[in-house]
């Protein structure tokens, strides 16, 4: 089955480093999306893509978080400086658009804690 | 804008009982529904869609009528097991492919 594949699963860092999340969408679909979970705020949308390009990043704290695609099969979502607030799940998704129903499929997700 | 409301969990029920989770939705245009799952310490899955009124989307013994009337989109199941424990997130993705807008997620509790 293809499958959104996200790194690293776990992730526990220091306030202050840097982390790299990684996405590697599903072979042939041309948008990909960044979402934030947690307890209190729920599924938040961070930021997404069409064709490589940014569509939409509103969601995501402009100071510190950074979002990419250095080519189709790549995404990667950078936090620096990390913050214990930041501690959450961090998934990925991606979808055909144009495809019937819009449907995204989501990767397991990135669960980092910063300490 | 496009919103999605769930009702607030958990639900608690036991194996063989009858699900209904409530979804109701605003939005304009003519978006597609969805319903997503989550297991414990995993991702996402997509459960089952609908993308026009009238429409049943249907999967693994669950089922949603896209009800334009009502603005709802109600997940049910007959017979829960408990294997479905789990949490649900009802989404809207409007026309043009734009970003999906979930719910706060519904958690069912099964018990044997």
């Known amino acids: 089955d293809a499958r959104v594949t996200q790194t690293p699963r776990d992730k526990v860092t220091e306030m202050g480093q840097e982390v790299t999340m990684r996405c590697q969408p599903i072979l042939g679909h041309n948008t990909v999306f960044w979402y934030r979970q947690t307890m209190m705020q729920g599924l938040e949308l961070l930021a997404y893509f069409r064709n490589r390009a940014p569509l939409d990043d509103s969601g995501m704290p402009k100071d510190r978080f950074s979002a990419e695609m250095p080519d189709a099969t790549l995404a990667t979502l950078k936090i620096q400086p990390s913050e214990p607030r930041d501690s959450a799940v961090y998934f990925c998704?991606?979808?055909?658009?144009?495809?019937?129903?819009?449907?995204?499929?989501f990767g397991e997700g990135s669960w980092l804690t910063v300490v | 804008g496009n919103s999605v409301t769930q009702m607030e969990g958990p639900v608690t029920l036991s194996e063989e009982a009858f699900l209904t989770i409530n979804c109701t939705y605003t939005?304009?245009?003519?978006?597609?529904l969805f319903w997503y799952v989550q297991y414990p310490g995993e991702g996402l899955q997509l459960l089952l869609k609908a993308t026009k009124a009238d429409d049943k989307g249907s999967n693994k013994g669950f089922e949603a009528t896209y009800r334009k009337e009502t603005t709802s989109f109600h997940l049910e199941k007959g017979s829960v097991q408990v294997s479905d424990s789990a949490v649900y997130f009802c989404a809207l993705g409007n026309t043009g492919f734009q970003k999906l807008v979930f719910g706060t997620g519904t958690r069912l509790l099964v018990s044997p």
């Open positions: 939005a304009t245009g003519y978006p597609s």
């Open positions: 998704a991606s979808g055909l658009a144009g495809s019937s129903g819009n449907t995204i499929y």
